[in-house]
Each structure stands twice: as C-alpha cells, then as structure tokens.
C-alpha cells in the first residue's frame, strides 16, 4: 500500500507534464472537472483498500498449493509476470461482459476524456476480483512474488493512456499500446469490448478479441450509457445501483437473480419494456455543465488539500485503529464528492461545503487544545486551520454572491 505514496506524486506530475504538452501542441485532451473526478476514484480506491481486505490467496497458498516456488529463482518472478497477466487478460474480459463485474469496472471508462488521468479511475469493490489470481496460488507462486508483478502489470498500463503517442509498429502486435488501450475505451461498433490486454496483446489476438485502430474512426470514449456526473461515488454506485433497481423491478425470481451474471447490458424483458433506456448515440456530446473559474480554482485547490489528505492517511494508516480510519475515509469521501457536487453546479452543495468545513475546523482546534497528535507537525495543523477559516469565508461570500446574482434574475412582480 505504500508504494502509492512514491507513485502517487509521479502519477500526478506525468499528468501534468502530459497537459502542458498538450497544451504546448495545441492538443489538449483535459478538462478540469474530468481530470478533478478521475484522479479523485483513484484516490478513493487506495484509501478503500485501508479497511477492506481480501486474504483469499494467501489462505488458498497455504492450504491448497500443489507446489511450493522460491522468491529466489528468477524464472519464478518471469512465469509470474507471464502467469499472472494471462489471468488479467480473463478478469479484464468478464469485467466487460458480465454485469456484476462490469459494474466494479465501469468507473475506469465513464471518462470522456483519454489522458493519463482516466489511468487513475479505478474501483473501489471488486470484491471477485481476486478469484481470477487463484490458479497462481494453486501453483505455488508467492504472496510478495504475486504481489510484484501484480504493480508492475497494473503501473504498465499507466503510459497507454494518452492520445499524444500514436502507432509503434511491431509493438503494438506483441504489447499493449497507447493505439491498442484507446480501442479498448471507445464505444464506437468496431472497437467495442476489444484489446483486454494488460501488457501483452498477444492475449487478445489468441482469443479473438483484438481491433486495430482505424485512421478514418477516431475513438469515441466514455461508456454507452453516460455517467453524467462528476460525483466520484455516483460513479463508484451507479451500476450497482441501476441492476438492483432492474432486479426490484423484475417480476420473476429468476430474473431477479439472473440479471447479476446475466451479459452486460442484458435486462430482464418486462422491465426493459416498463423502463426503457435512452438509444446509444455515438456523437452524443461530452457531459460539461459550466464552471465559473472563480469556482475552479477553489474545487481545485481544495480538492488538493483533499488528496494531500489522502496520502497522509496512506501513510499513518498502520498506527490507526479502525474507527479512526473509518472516520477519516468518511470525511475525505465527502469532500471528493462535495467538489464533484460543486463542479456540477448544485447549490445546495455550497452548504454541505460550508459545513465540512467547519468540521475540519473544529477538528483542527480540538487537536490544538486537547493535545498534538506527535506524527502531525504543529505548523501543519495550524496552516491547515488557516486554510480552513479562509475557505468557511469564501464559501460564505460565493454563496452569498450567487444568491444575490439569483434574485437579481428574477422576473419583477
């Protein structure tokens, strides 16, 4: 887990790097509130990751294992990596194509924006997931071998997600590229539910999921039915959601069970009839509710408070006990969706902010009198109030400000 508090800050200095470079080309593939929104479910993925934990390898290792491999044989780590990229290729695969599993992995293609950003959308509740690793366990390989190569297939594919590297030739036969990985996120007809691939392709030409990408088709990314939000646990949720709507809805027991490991997409008929759903429309156009800039520049900033936050939490994680990580996830999961809230233009989230913030800012006076928390410095804290006071005062006059700029547009009576 701490290995994120080392790539976490060079993720985000890449997709920085990789904006003004855009912006440098003339071919900007950002938005803010995307860019805000994608970064925030990675965020809220690795904190997830504190208090929900799955020991299923290591207790199928252990009990069920027909061999045992040595950490210090090389070939171990090679097939590993092999092995194991096999098993991301099938997991990959039915996250696309049953419900259950494309609602946990729906959150990485909701953006419609292709950067390395969408690279960071990640789910929070792939409680199945681990099922697919299991053939390693049964073969022997190590916990931390596993481990391993598990980052190293999953920070591979962090570079294959940008618009700005175009084809690569006999690479892109063998390996997953930038050219292959923007044919997986497109909805367009010939390049749906293709290139599953975490490091090699060669997966999906063997099993016949492979597209190339066209010249004359530029992809179109996002998801067929749009998220529409910027709201990171509407993102995390709505899947879920919508299929237990449908199975409510549905008036067969079998449907209402079937439609969890039925096809993706696939609706139980006398619901889809009652409850139909908009047609796919592939030039629909992006989802971008207006953002004052003054109100950019402070979802901005605090959202980065928010992140720092996050990696702070990461990094005291081991001396917490499980109340307090609990609380401080709560508390940094309504400020990434707060600032969703305020990047969709809902009034009343102003409010809800309004009183988050006070919350930190009676949390950081009560640190100050009742005693100092040793791994936190003092001048931290204190800046942190600061930063806090001044945020209560902002939202009050922004809130204020839009309300007057709201009874100056009534009609007069």
């Given at each position: 887990m701490k290995i994120i508090l080392i790539a976490g800050p060079i993720f985000l200095?890449?997709?920085?790097?990789?904006?003004?470079?855009?912006?440098?080309?003339?071919?900007?593939?950002?938005?803010?509130?995307?860019?805000?929104?994608?970064?925030?479910?990675?965020?809220?993925?690795?904190?997830?990751?504190?208090?929900?934990?799955?020991?299923?390898?290591?207790?199928?290792?252990?009990?069920?294992?027909?061999?045992?491999?040595?950490?210090?044989?090389?070939?171990?780590?090679?097939?590993?990596?092999?092995?194991?990229?096999?098993?991301?290729?099938?997991?990959?695969?039915?996250g696309h194509t049953m419900n259950l599993f494309w609602a946990h992995h729906v959150v990485h293609h909701q953006s419609e924006r292709y950067n390395l950003s969408t690279a960071l959308r990640q789910g929070s509740f792939g409680f199945f997931g681990f099922i697919f690793g299991l053939p390693l366990a049964l073969c022997g390989y190590p916990v931390e071998v596993v481990a391993v190569v598990g980052i190293i297939d999953l920070y591979y594919?962090?570079?294959?997600?940008?618009?700005?590297?175009?084809?690569?030739?006999?690479?892109?036969?063998?390996?997953?590229?930038?050219?292959?990985?923007?044919?997986h996120h497109a909805v367009n007809d010939a390049y749906l539910d293709k290139n599953y691939g975490g490091i090699l392709i060669l997966w999906d030409r063997m099993f016949g999921s492979f597209a190339e990408e066209k010249d004359d088709e530029p992809p179109v990314y996002g998801t067929r039915a749009p998220l529409?939000?910027?709201?990171?646990?509407w993102a995390l949720t709505e899947v879920y959601w919508s299929l237990a709507l449908d199975a409510w809805r549905a008036r067969r027991w079998r449907d209402k069970l079937w439609i969890w490991f039925a096809p993706t997409g696939w609706r139980p008929a006398d619901v889809a009839a009652r409850f139909p759903k908009p047609a796919f429309e592939l030039q629909r156009g992006e989802y971008a509710p207006p953002l004052p800039?003054?109100?950019?520049?402070?979802?901005?900033?605090?959202?980065?408070?928010?992140?720092?936050?996050?990696?702070?939490?990461?990094?005291?994680?081991?001396?917490?006990?499980?109340?307090?990580?609990?609380?401080?996830?709560?508390?940094?999961?309504?400020?990434f969706m707060l600032v969703g809230w305020l990047m969709e233009g809902r009034r009343v989230a102003l409010m809800f902010e309004g009183l988050r913030?006070?919350?930190?800012?009676?949390?950081?006076?009560?640190?100050?009198?009742?005693?100092?928390?040793?791994?936190?410095?003092?001048?931290?804290?204190?800046?942190?109030?600061?930063?806090?006071?001044?945020?209560?005062?902002?939202?009050t006059w922004y809130a204020r400000r839009e309300n007057d700029e709201a009874i100056a547009g009534m009609p007069a009576t």
């Open positions: 200095v890449l997709v920085i790097a990789e904006y003004l470079y855009g912006r440098w080309r003339g071919r900007d593939t950002y938005r803010l509130a995307d860019t805000l929104n994608s970064i925030s479910l990675g965020a809220i993925s690795r904190l997830m990751g504190l208090v929900i934990k799955i020991g299923a390898y290591a207790f199928v290792l252990e009990h069920f294992a027909l061999a045992q491999l040595s950490p210090t044989n090389p070939l171990v780590w090679i097939s590993a990596l092999v092995f194991y990229d096999f098993t991301y290729y099938w997991s990959h695969r039915f594919q962090y570079w294959i997600h940008t618009e700005h590297i175009g084809k690569l030739g006999w690479f892109d036969r063998v390996f997953a590229s930038p050219s292959n990985h923007r044919v529409r939000s910027w709201n990171p646990l800039h003054l109100l950019g520049l402070y979802c901005a900033v605090q959202f980065a408070l928010l992140v720092l936050g996050s990696l702070y939490l990461i990094a005291v994680a081991g001396g917490l006990s499980t109340a307090q990580k609990i609380a401080s996830l709560g508390y940094l999961l309504a400020g913030l006070v919350v930190m800012a009676v949390a950081i006076f009560a640190w100050l009198v009742y005693g100092a928390d040793s791994t936190l410095p003092r001048s931290v804290v204190i800046t942190t109030g600061l930063i806090a006071v001044f945020s209560v005062l902002w939202v």
